[in-house]
């Protein structure tokens, strides 16, 4: 009997060639998409869950505010991991990291720049869960100047693993370091991926009992189900136990009297699984993703996966009506019910199986431009994500059964006699519009998401541009950044020889670039050398030319400059700065501000310029204080050139880099890809957005191309009557298209409210952004019912000028 229904299943489904392909296309694309986007939202939620000891890991991080500034730093000071697991018993192990960058790795006279460093404690490796290919993790990192590399760094470097008891040069640093242990490669899902990891021991700074340094990435071990919270409660006790004399001795007052002057400093903890979606911190190990991206793309999938289960349902509904003459056939040839819903459902559930093989085939030729689009290495792993099988394969039965129920149980249960009466007629499956149906709501629904999609997107794209063409308060076009480390004393030179090419207009070294990776120092200042009033700035060590480079413009006073002797002891500051300093900008000239050190040493600077505002942060965040002192510069080369075309400029100047024989070869990026490089996240997600929102439409269009087909079969004779009587071709396509073009306005009225609040609770986490306005939801109506016009027109045009002889022949 099984075989029996599918082969009638098999010979139903080639019959309907058209249908069938429309309704499995429509489930598959659907289910291809909730694929890739899944295997994108488990990768992000999995971070850092391989570590034995995840659920009882937290990390320590460094938070406050200070009149002008917010502290808000994922590292601590160098002596808070001892602290704690010495005052509370409820630490169980206590491990630092620190990082320590891209050293120059010098190895049978070939150097090695592309790999990182950190240092990190003994107990590291019993802290997190990275194993050992050669080496004891126990005592690997005991001794000072010693190393673990990761297995791709020891192929690289040795070409194989077995390598302890090698030694490594860093050049940069004049030391050599013994490697005790070989581990494998950190996981891509990991908060923090580094290829070198070097003993804490060799670090002085980590030695030091200064409370009033950070750097220190501190992990604590907790007991199982202990509440993280109840310890981070008496951690202020700890902040007044340790910090209060230093910062007394520092800035001539305790913690209390500093909370008082209506600051703040604290200790908090973060749990390890949060790290990746729920930070917000400076300076931290790594780019992080947002729990805001997670819940956005899991929506799309969801919404993917419903649109085409609803396509899917909707075809499957109206199809089942034109085989009413069949039921009452096998009904009089002595079918029982049970045997027709069998019937039905079997049919439904071959065309899910087919949808699932197909879904599948898709997701691995997309993958690859899944993979390019997100910044992932994603791969499409069976056994990788534990049930996803038997998960796929309930799915489908669970679709199949759910979309036949209803021709299975509703058609099953006609009379014979009455179904091969009146036929089709007597089920009430049209979709002329006469009545507002199951099938109608569905396909509002499914162009409610549609345009959901559409105003995010747009939304995404016009915040972007935004972004691009703000002001920034510095010009980003036509300036070259060149990594200068490795020159050493040769910079200088370098810089006069590429100051002789007329093609470049001026040069900046500096460690400090306004887009991208750069030097960071914070700066606590007393505007007017008051103690009672602290001000937390950023700072930029700039040189005489910086201002002149990056196109800053100064609202008032100048810039510094080689015919004033006190420029050392002069210092710039931005508008805002001023502002936070409770100055205005006509009595900040010449006034003086003062910064304490560890030590209690007090350095004073008069302020020579008011520098304009510029962003030299995401613009996530508002412009904060920022005072810029006086250095010769080193780390970054920014050159401004003439033109935009600098293809000959850089093969010159790397000729010139070429001629003081670096030990590193010549490099550089853009400003602006610098600047765009921030807005990466923003920029994938309207590429992904744009793409599903592409696909959502196209599989709506699909059951709404399926519905016009079934409705202009439902109404041939209708139409052929009223042809007879005089209706004009024109008259016939309206009458077609009006009641599905009904559907998307009334989906279009339901999405705008909707997508308004979506896209304003996503736009709050700018700081600076666009409005949404009334043109993003015309736009997105506008093309929806452009989109839906032209999918039912070719079905509306070819019933039009069908020949009414044709249709009413039978009659």
Not at 287 to 310: E, H, S
Not at 642 to 663: C, I, P, Q, T, Y
Not at 710 to 723: C, L, P, S
Not at 745 to 752: M, S
């Given at each position: ?38 295997l ?39 002596p ?45 490796f ?17 001794e000072?100047?010693?190393i ?8 690289k470097y ?66 199982e189900?202990?509440?993280y ?25 305790t ?41 956005i793309?899991?929506?799309?999938a ?10 899917f ?28 819903v ?9 065309l ?40 796929l ?15 299975a ?51 995404v ?16 076009d ?21 100051m002789?090419?007329s ?44 201002l002149?480079?990056?196109g800053m ?34 009595n900040?000239?010449?006034r ?48 401004k ?66 519905l ?9 004779k ?61 736009l ?6 452009l ?25």
């Amino acid at each position: 009997m099984l075989k029996n229904y599918f082969k009638i299943a098999w010979r139903n489904l080639v019959r309907n060639r058209v249908f069938s392909a429309i309704n499995i296309a429509g489930l598959a694309i659907g289910l291809a998409s909730c694929m890739l986007i899944s295997l994108y939202v488990i990768d992000e939620l999995s971070f850092d869950r391989f570590h034995e000891k995840a659920s009882r890991i937290v990390r320590t991080t460094f938070k406050g505010t200070m009149q002008g500034g917010i502290i808000n730093e994922s590292h601590v000071m160098p002596p808070t991991a001892a602290a704690l697991k010495a005052d509370y018993p409820e630490v169980l192990e206590s491990t630092r990291l620190r990082q320590g960058g891209q050293p120059l790795v010098l190895l049978n006279n070939k150097l090695y720049n592309d790999e990182r460093l950190a240092f990190v404690d003994s107990n590291f490796f019993s802290v997190f869960t990275l194993p050992f290919i050669a080496g004891n993790p126990k005592n690997a990192l005991l001794e000072p100047n010693t190393i673990v590399l990761s297995e791709t760094a020891a192929r690289k470097y040795f070409g194989k693993t077995d390598v302890v008891g090698k030694i490594i040069a860093f050049k940069d640093w004049n030391k050599t370091l013994r490697v005790t242990g070989v581990m494998k490669d950190i996981p891509s899902n990991s908060h923090f991926r580094f290829d070198l990891l070097g003993s804490m021991a060799s670090v002085d700074e980590a030695k030091a009992n200064s409370w009033m340094t950070s750097e220190f990435f501190t992990y604590l071990v907790l007991p199982e189900g202990y509440d993280y919270k109840k310890l981070e409660a008496k951690l202020p006790a700890t902040v007044d136990k340790y910090m209060s004399p230093q910062l007394k001795q520092a800035m001539g007052v305790t913690t209390a009297e500093f909370r008082k002057q209506g600051n703040n400093l604290e200790l908090r903890l973060q749990p390890l699984t949060d790290i990746h979606l729920h930070s917000d911190f400076q300076y931290d190990l790594d780019v992080n993703g947002d729990i805001t991206y997670v819940y956005i793309f899991g929506a799309v999938a969801a919404m993917m996966l419903l649109i085409a289960c609803i396509n899917f349902m909707n075809l499957s509904t109206a199809g089942s009506s034109k085989r009413a003459r069949e039921v009452g056939v096998r009904k009089v040839m002595g079918s029982e019910k049970s045997e027709l819903v069998s019937q039905f459902l079997t049919e439904s559930i071959l065309l899910t199986s087919l949808a699932l093989v197909l879904a599948v085939l898709l997701s691995m030729i997309a993958l690859p431009v899944f993979n390019e689009l997100s910044g992932k290495n994603l791969a499409l792993k069976w056994d990788a994500i534990p049930g996803l099988i038997p998960a796929l394969i309930g799915f489908g039965l669970f679709v199949g059964i759910f979309a036949g129920s209803y021709p299975a149980f509703f058609l099953s249960s006609f009379k014979p006699i009455t179904v091969l009466k009146g036929g089709s007629s007597v089920i009430k499956l049209s979709s002329s519009g006469k009545s507002f149906n199951l099938r109608s709501g569905l396909v509002v629904f499914q162009f409610f998401m549609s345009i959901i999609l559409i105003v995010g997107t747009t939304v995404v794209f016009q915040q972007l541009q935004f972004i691009r063409n703000k002001k920034l308060g510095y010009n980003k076009d036509q300036v070259i950044v060149i990594p200068t480390w490795s020159l050493g004393k040769n910079m200088e030179a370098f810089r006069e020889g590429l100051m002789q090419d007329s093609r470049i207009e001026n040069i900046s070294l500096s460690g400090y670039v306004p887009a991208g990776p750069s030097d960071n120092n914070n700066f606590t200042v007393n505007p007017d050398g008051k103690t009672d009033r602290m001000v937390k700035t950023l700072r930029y060590e700039v040189d005489y030319n910086y201002l002149a480079t990056l196109g800053m413009e100064m609202a008032r006073g100048r810039n510094f400059s080689k015919e004033y002797g006190t420029d050392s002891t002069g210092i710039i500051i931005n508008e805002t700065a001023v502002r936070t300093f409770g100055w205005t900008p006509e009595n900040a000239m010449d006034r003086m501000i003062t910064r304490s050190d560890n030590q209690g040493n007090k350095a004073t600077y008069h302020v020579i310029g008011i520098v304009k505002d510029f962003h030299f942060r995401s613009m996530h965040e508002r412009i904060g204080p920022l005072v810029m002192t006086l250095n010769n510069g080193w780390g970054w080369m920014m050159v401004k050139t003439r033109s935009a075309e600098v293809s000959g400029l850089l093969a010159s100047m790397k000729n010139n880099w070429d001629g003081f024989h670096s030990d590193m070869p010549f490099s550089y990026t853009f400003l602006d890809e610098r600047f765009n490089e921030t807005y990466k996240a923003e920029q994938k997600t309207g590429q992904i957005l744009g793409t599903f929102a592409g696909l959502t439409i196209f599989v709506a269009c699909l059951g709404l191309f399926g519905l016009a087909t079934f409705t202009a079969e439902q109404r041939t004779k209708e139409i052929g009557v009223r042809k007879v009587l005089g209706a004009s071709v024109a008259g016939i396509i309206a009458l077609l298209s009006k009641d599905f073009l009904k559907l998307v306005i009334i989906a279009l009225l339901i999405a705008t409210p909707a997508a308004w609040w979506l896209m304003d609770r996503w736009l709050q986490e700018f700081a600076y952004k666009i409005d949404v306005t009334w043109w993003m939801f015309a736009l997105a109506g506008v093309l929806s019912v452009l989109v839906a016009l032209c999918t039912i027109s070719y079905q509306s045009v070819k019933a039009a000028l069908m020949n009414p002889v044709e249709s009413l022949r039978s009659e």
